[in-house]
């Protein structure tokens, strides 16, 4: 029991079912929805798939990465818990700045993934309301759909500002809509599946396709990698999760293995139905399948369920990423303000409310640089960084028990390493100056924060 006089901690009320659904609530959402025209485009054709599939061996690698620090450190704030309770307990300059580094780079990675998900929700509502966008320009509002994405986006924001056990049970129910938006379009595509339609390009066919396959490969990845973000998202609310050492790696795993199977599934369904040449430029690609099988109104209903999964999955992302800066601030490496917690609502006030808002600006961005700088951004100080956590953990800290050991260690790491790299050097040269300039600032932050830090403790 806590102090009367003891600052407000969160609860730990999350157990198997919650975890994992608010995991698959954040990796399907409107991710799939919105990406399979420029994923198709990467590679120009069907056998895209293929990166689907090596999306999902890196990201299952990598979920085991996850699965085994998150077993060992449970605790709020994800990657930088794992980088702070490894590097940072080196008591080195370096070991300070990579869990700040990642906190800083996260504010852009972090609200960049969250607003992809508003701004591709805008072109299902203009599926919906064709003329809305016309009627509030004529209201004299500019980028009408940008505004309607921020405004979303503030009033989900709010919505989470309650007792995480509460939170927890309605990410259920948002689950199960989004589960059965998925296995509408499952069903539907796989009752009138058309084989003919998953014809390869005639180069690739042939054999001839074979450079711009493998160029295209990279691009394909990075999409899909986008689409499976999220796989980790449990492990933002160790404080909250009742039995971590286990709890965590099975929401993992088994959100791993789910999603990646519904992906596949529901992407030969789509491309069964709608042929790849028009799906590759479609505005809104399941409101066109479903239209295509049974008309205009039933598609505008079925946009309805697509617009629940962006609901239940914004707000199961926002719920874990507002933790990160929050965990960040309670240890003392970000500043103080984003430790509060709600007296009553028992949440991390000042860390979801500035979450939200920056979310609310990325809005504003085109959504193909907003996805790939997502990704991007991230890999270098999140992904590769805690690869490298988890090596060091197992070398340099057996005090630590590990609940959760990944089996072939370091096969997993390995694979998952590479992959990172890969996608990585695939990007375009944006996103990469983008992911850098990020870097470098952050670092030039922390050593202005820390130096200012350091005096005020003298």
Request: net charge positive; charged share 10%; proline share 5%.
């Amino acid at each position: 029991m806590n102090r009367p006089d003891a600052p407000p901690q969160l609860e730990r009320s999350l157990g198997l079912l919650q975890a994992t659904s608010l995991n698959v609530s954040n990796m399907v959402g409107i991710g799939p929805f919105i990406t399979i025209p420029a994923f198709l485009a990467t590679m120009g054709g069907p056998h895209a798939l293929i990166g689907w599939v090596v999306a999902a061996v890196l990201v299952i690698c990598d979920g085991l990465v996850w699965s085994e620090l998150g077993a060992a450190l449970p605790g709020s704030g994800g990657s930088y818990h794992f980088l702070r309770e490894t590097f940072g307990k080196t008591g080195t300059w370096f070991g300070r700045l990579m869990p700040f580094l990642f906190i800083w780079q996260f504010l852009v990675s972090g609200t960049l993934e969250i607003a992809s998900g508003y701004i591709g929700a805008a072109d299902y509502v203009r599926y919906v309301f064709p003329n809305l966008e016309s009627q509030l320009a004529a209201w004299g509002i500019s980028h009408g759909m940008s505004w309607l994405a921020a405004a979303s986006c503030v009033v989900i924001t709010l919505a989470l500002c309650g007792r995480t056990r509460v939170v927890g049970w309605v990410s259920v129910v948002l689950c199960f809509g989004t589960l059965l938006t998925v296995l509408t379009v499952i069903v539907a595509g796989l009752t009138h599946f058309n084989p003919s339609l998953l014809t390869l390009p005639p180069e690739v066919a042939a054999g001839t396709g074979d450079k711009s396959m493998f160029s295209g490969l990279g691009a394909a990845m990075l999409i899909a990698i986008y689409d499976y973000l999220g796989y980790y998202n449990v492990c933002h609310l160790g404080d909250e999760v009742r039995d971590p050492g286990k709890t965590i790696p099975r929401a993992v795993i088994i959100s791993v293995v789910v999603v990646a199977v519904i992906y596949l599934t529901m992407n030969i369904s789509i491309i069964a139905v709608v042929p790849w040449q028009e799906a590759m430029v479609s505005k809104n690609i399941a409101a066109d399948f479903m239209e295509r099988l049974f008309g205009r109104p039933v598609a505008v209903a079925f946009t309805w369920m697509i617009l629940w999964t962006v609901v239940a999955c914004m707000f199961a992302i926002t719920l874990g990423y507002s933790r990160i800066p929050f965990a960040a601030a309670r240890q003392g490496d970000f500043f103080r303000v984003f430790g509060l917690v709600h007296p009553r609502g028992q949440f991390p006030a000042v860390s979801l409310l500035a979450l939200g808002g920056l979310t609310a600006v990325f809005c504003f961005f085109p959504l193909q640089d907003v996805i790939n700088a997502a990704v991007t951004v991230r890999i270098l100080i999140q992904f590769i960084g805690q690869i490298a956590a988890l090596d060091w953990l197992r070398r340099k800290r057996p005090d630590i028990p590990l609940p959760f050991r990944m089996k072939l260690y370091p096969l997993p790491s390995v694979i998952a390493l590479g992959g990172w790299f890969f996608v990585l050097g695939s990007a375009d040269l944006k996103s990469r100056l983008a992911g850098l300039a990020v870097t470098v600032s952050g670092v030039v932050v922390f050593a202005i924060w820390n130096a200012w830090t350091a005096r005020s403790k003298a």
